[in-house]
RNA sequence: GGGCCCGUAGCUCAGCGGUAGAGCAGUGGACUUUUAAUCCAUCGGUCCAGGGUUCGAAUCCCUGCGGGCCUACCA
């Protein structure tokens, strides 16, 4: 009778039988002596190879496996079920004596045999079992475990996905990922990939004497970066607090505080469209370094992008649809002024005004502001023109200092700030500076944004006076990162949508 | 925000003006080593929602909701 609920009320049904015959559906212990599946395959498989299995191929442990049920083959005398723990699969081979007993010791085989009635009838895939036996290889050649005994561990009420198929509907993919996980390899791969990824992070980090800091969410200012924030409210102190949008002035202010190097992996929240490649919260990380500048980070994020790579893919070369990107040469690096004279075939200079910029832009069919100031419609240009054709990672160094208020400004080029982005894939994936630590140039370019604001531009560095206090007292001259964890995933998993890589991705209400 | 596409059984999908279908899952049965087990039988639907056109709508049209891709702004 299968709509869902009939086919839930088939399931409890079953459970209210187990519950009648005296056995737990959900019993909240597991046989002693459990091991991970992929642990009994590998001692079966070495004990194979020492050729020291008796009883003719079986193994002569008895070892407890417990795991979720993925299939069911009833062979009528004898069943086959493939059972899954979180490190491989193991398929069981149940003969008819096989009963259920959560309070039998494996052991008292003699008390539980005589409850034959209660078995395969009660069970489902989905469920989840314990079995005590011992491990053989049939004759297909597939490692099973001849069950003595078995017991349910957690009885499933709604019926898992299409064995074969798994779950392709994308929306329920990602609204319930469990199912995604449960059914499709690729999402456990990837969700595996990120963790190995922060993981490597975190170790190159710490290998060169970083230390790893939490700095707050709730913030007074949402600062350090230009997005719109989103406001939070406070009960007891009856005020709003801004959820951070990135990292970078409080980590400053450790280094003020007299860390040199500091890092941070950290969500932040930007209060913006969603698409393949933004979702509202992401995990940035910042690191900062005192007492080495911008092209000191270029060489670091180098070497980090290498071994991360290695040690996620064990290769330099990642292949991207059809692109393969290699970490592995030396990355181009070419100035901001450069690359538009080598992609977008002008050149820059000085004499050039707001206007010819302008007419450079309507030839490529880029809209401009009124508003716009000569370095946005350069921007608009650099985005338009040159950074998709940044395939292979690449520098773009020597921004316009309009654009960064928070870098200092290359000494003899009022106009240009030390910093760079990383391009890969046409895509930002890293920015660094050498860190402005003039707190009256900091003040000044601070408060040029916040003239900016005040024309109606939503997306400027804010004033933080409290940062401008910290910065008063002295911060050593420094190079600072951030990049975007999930850019850095996507890569290495050669994924194109970032909601495959954050298992939860923020999706519409939506009221089926 | 704009353009294109999608929404049918628990899952994967077909049907695209004329009685809502298949495989898997479920239920009942057969089967002494299966590998998407097989075989027989069987149950199962707000065809995303609302409106319209029509003798008749899952199918055509409109609106809404949700999703995907492309596109514009942000990492």
């Known amino acids: ?65 417990a795991g979720r049920v993925l299939a069911i083959r009833n062979m009528g005398s004898r069943a086959f079920v493939d059972v899954r723990d979180g490190t491989a699969k193991v398929q069981l081979n149940l003969g008819r004596e096989a009963v259920f007993s959560d309070t039998k010791r494996p052991s008292q085989k003699a008390k539980w045999q005589s409850e034959v009635g209660i078995g395969l009838n009660v069970l489902d895939v989905g469920d989840f079992v314990q079995a005590y036996g011992r491990l053989f290889r049939t004759r297909l050649g597939e490692v099973t475990l001849q069950v003595e005994s078995w017991g349910l561990l957690t009885k499933t009420l709604r019926p898992l996905p299409d064995k074969w198929h798994g779950i392709s509907d994308v929306e329920t993919r990602y609204r319930q990922r469990y199912l995604d996980l449960i059914a499709n390899e690729r999402s456990r791969e990837i969700a595996l990939l990120r963790t190995k990824v922060l993981a490597a992070v975190r170790l190159f980090y710490i290998k ?26 406070h009960n007891a102190l ?26 941070e992996i950290g969500r932040v929240f930007r209060n913006e469209g ?80 707001v206007d010819d910029l302008r007419g450079i832009a309507a030839g490529h069919r880029i809209a401009t502001e009124a508003s ?11 985005s338009e023109l040159v950074e998709p054709q940044l395939i292979q990672p690449t520098f773009l160094l020597d921004y316009p200092s309009e654009l960064s208020p928070l870098a200092k400004k290359k000494p003899g080029f009022p106009d240009t700030a030390e910093r760079f982005e990383l391009f890969v894939l046409g895509y930002e994936m890293a920015n660094a500076y050498s860190e402005q630590n003039d707190p009256d140039t900091q003040r000044l370019s601070m408060l040029d944004q ?25 911060m050593p001259p420094a190079g600072g990162l951030g990049f975007g964890i999930e850019r850095m995933v996507m890569l290495m998993a050669g994924e194109p949508s970032i909601r495959e890589v954050i298992l939860f991705p923020a999706m519409r209400d939506n009221q089926r």
Request: aromatic share 12%.
């Open 372 to 382: 716009d100031s000569k370095d946005t419609i350069l921007d608009k240009l650099m």
């Open 238 to 263: 009856d005020r709003d607090f801004f959820l951070r949008i990135s990292l970078e002035l409080h980590l400053k202010r450790l280094l003020v505080g007299g860390f040199d190097k500091v890092f």
């Open 1 to 65: 009778m299968p709509t869902e609920e009939e086919l839930i009320f088939q399931r409890r049904k079953k459970r209210d039988l187990l519950r009648h015959s005296k056995y737990e559906a959900y019993p909240p212990r597991v046989w002693r002596g459990r091991i991970n599946c992929s642990v009994a395959v590998a001692r079966f498989e070495s004990a194979e190879r020492r050729s020291s299995l008796i009883d003719e191929g079986m193994m002569s442990q008895h070892v407890t496996l």
């Open 208 to 233: 060169r004497d970083f230390i790893e800091v939490e700095t707050p969410v709730l913030q007074d200012e949402a600062g350090g970066a230009a997005a719109r924030p989103f406001i939070t409210h």
């Open 450 to 474: 916040a003239f900016k604001a005040a024309e109606g531009d939503e997306e400027v560095e804010i004033a933080d006076e409290d940062f401008l206090t910290a910065l008063e007292y002295g």
């Open 274 to 353: 969603i698409d393949r490649r933004h979702n509202p919260e992401f995990s940035l990380l910042e690191s900062y370094e005192a007492y080495t500048d911008y092209l000191h980070v270029a060489k670091m994020v180098e070497d980090l992008y290498r071994f991360v790579a290695m040690q996620v893919r064990g290769t330099l070369q990642i292949p991207f649809g059809e692109e393969i990107i290699d970490l592995g040469v030396p990355w181009a690096r070419i100035t901001y002024r450069d690359a538009l004279r080598k992609y977008a075939g002008f050149t820059y200079s000085e004499s050039t005004t």
